[in-house]
């Protein structure tokens, strides 16, 4: 057996640091074989229900629930830095050809050249990054998406809130309530989730001491893939394949003859439902009556309790990406933004994660087995076969 950098000989290797405690959190709490999850400590069926994403950021940031003037203050400086310089715009412009994460990922780190406190990682600094950065993130995408059209990025709008402003810069169109509302509770429930993949990306590389701009960008890269934030392109991708209920039956049939998996089903951590899915499914549901496209509902409630039913009794059971593509969708929203979404609501819980990290940090440097070749003889270029 060869032996390992520290000439140790591992007890145990744990591939993919499954069930693995790195460090301590007062950010949110998951209980996976229930399928609660808590954001500093309230419910998120009570945040969902009751909050706005303002107030949850706000409570993601500084810990605690606003009171009525602290979240109107917050609110105003929110409001106050949507605005992204014209050279990102530049930037965006350039690169217009890329994918909406690509573009996202490209322009929060195009933020960092004029950002004047990039530099600061005190925990203060930090989290008022993390403000301008949630503020700026929707106007990338946005600006990103009308460019991409050959279309003027449009203002921001002090006048809207949050998921407000997104869709009119989106679609150059004040959304009524109803849509604000639904983007509004996705938003919170995207917006914080331990130390899922991304975030615990983010931390390593705020773990080096590095910057917020540097772990949001990496936060975004590892998000992007399917495995994590790309499922919920993937199943309304599945939906449309489907495109009537009567179909469902023999396309998941096909999926799983061929061992295929579901994408929108199945976590790392809940080995009960994803808490986040309940909301999701009750609007999606309301929203598809609502545009007289019930069909696009009705393949995915097949596909969860006529098929996915056989997977619950090994804890395999519908995540929170399941039913965001329908709304997505039924918003008009076009599939390939979907992840970025996403990543508009998680920028807060990056920036927690981050906060964190460089309050008490240690360098996130695990090791791995070597298995490869012992002490080869180097052979000289003309020599080697
Ligand atoms: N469909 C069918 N089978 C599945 C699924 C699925 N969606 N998810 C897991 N399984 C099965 C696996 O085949 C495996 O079976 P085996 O033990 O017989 O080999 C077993 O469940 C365990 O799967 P792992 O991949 O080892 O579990 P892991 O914790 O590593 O994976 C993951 C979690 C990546 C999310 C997985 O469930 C998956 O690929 N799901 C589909 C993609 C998806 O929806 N991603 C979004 C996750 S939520 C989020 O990130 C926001």
Same mark, same amino acid.
Do not use: F, S, T, W
């Given at each position: 057996k060869t032996k390992s950098a520290w000439d140790k000989n591992p007890e145990e290797i744990i591939k993919g640091l499954? %069930?693995? !405690?790195f460090d301590t959190t007062t950010s949110s709490f998951i209980d996976g074989q229930e399928g609660k999850l808590l954001y500093r400590g309230y419910n998120i069926h009570d945040l969902a229900e009751k909050s706005t994403f303002e107030e949850v950021v706000y409570l993601l940031l500084y810990g605690k629930l606003p009171n009525k003037q602290q979240l109107e203050e917050f609110d105003q400086t929110m409001r106050a830095n949507r605005r992204i310089p014209d050279e990102v715009i530049q930037v965006l412009d350039l690169v217009k050809g890329s994918h909406p994460m690509d573009a996202l990922r490209t322009g929060i780190s195009a933020l960092a050249a004029f %950002?004047?406190?990039?530099k600061d990682n005190s925990v203060e600094a930090t989290i008022r990054k993390g403000v301008r950065l949630t503020a700026q993130g929707p106007t990338i995408v946005a600006a990103h998406h009308r460019l991409r059209q050959g279309l003027e990025p449009v203002a921001p709008d002090p006048s809207l809130n949050h998921a407000g402003n997104f869709l009119k810069m989106l679609f150059d169109e004040v959304p009524d309530q109803e849509t604000t509302d639904l983007l509004d509770v996705d938003f919170i429930l995207h917006a914080e989730h331990g130390s899922n993949a991304s975030s615990f990306g983010a931390r390593v590389t705020a773990s080096t001491i590095s910057d917020l701009h540097s772990a949001v960008t990496t936060g975004v890269g590892v998000l992007k893939g399917p495995a994590h934030g790309g499922a919920a392109e993937e199943v309304m991708r599945m939906a449309l394949d489907i495109g009537?209920?009567?179909? +469902?039956e023999d396309y998941c049939r096909n999926i799983l003859d061929n061992g295929g998996r579901f994408m929108g089903f199945g976590h #790392? /951590? !809940? #080995? +009960?439902? %994803?808490?986040? +899915?309940r909301h999701l499914r009750e609007r999606s549901r309301i929203l598809s009556e609502k545009v007289g496209q019930p069909h696009w509902f009705q393949i995915l409630t097949y596909v969860e309790e006529? /098929?996915?039913? #056989?997977y619950r009794s090994r804890g395999i059971f519908v995540n929170v990406d399941f039913f965001a593509g329908s709304i997505y969708y039924l918003l008009?929203?076009? %599939?390939?933004?979907f992840i970025s979404i996403f990543a508009l609501g998680r920028i807060a819980g990056w920036t927690l994660q981050c906060a964190e990290q460089f309050e008490d940090n240690i360098l996130l440097r695990p090791l791995m087995e070597y298995t490869g070749e012992m002490d080869l003889e180097y052979t000289a270029i003309g020599d080697r076969s």
């Open positions: 499954k %069930d693995v !405690y %950002d004047p406190e990039v009537q209920p009567e179909n +469902a #790392r /951590v !809940y #080995r +009960a439902e %994803d808490p986040h +899915a006529e /098929v996915m039913v #056989r008009g929203i076009p %599939d390939d933004l």
